[in-house]
């Protein structure tokens, strides 16, 4: 457990952009899910981290949805969600021991170097790395061992 202005924190989580990708999408099954940890964050009853990889995965992947959906400035919006998010969670920094951790697990699971930057970070600070689902890539690979959770684990 971590403390912050004395009031005890029990969770955190380091989120993939799948997560935060899920909220803005409507009718998505994990939407609220979603939105309720950001509440939470709000509160102060969990932690929430993004790492800087993340950051720029998600501008250019809600971009890129925004510009499907024919939303007027899809840039713009994009970075108003990313700034939104920043209100809800900490910007982690990437240090040399998380990016040699985050290069060791791109070799040894082979998924996207992204998603290994959230486990490294999430193992930095002894947390967990929160996924929306077990990705395709990630399918019959040792991860028992390692601070994973999915979306619809947490209750």
Known sequence: MKKKNSKVISEGYVVDTS???????RGAPQRIKVEELFNSALKKQIELYITPTTISELLY????IYEMANVAKANEEA??????????????EITADIAI?????????KVA???????ATAI?????????RQEKEMSGKNLENLPMIFLNQIK
Do not use: H
Request: net charge positive; with cysteine; proline share 0%.
């Open 113 to 119: 170097l992204s998603d290994c930057y959230v486990i």
């Open 19 to 25: 997560v935060l990708v899920e909220y803005i999408l």
């Open 79 to 92: 970075l108003n969600y990313v700034r939104w998010l920043m209100k809800r969670a900490k910007i982690t």
């Open 124 to 132: 930095d600070l002894q947390t967990k790395a929160l996924f929306l």
């Open 101 to 109: 951790k985050a290069g060791e697990l791109k070799k040894k699971l």
């Open 61 to 64: 992947v809600v971009s890129k």
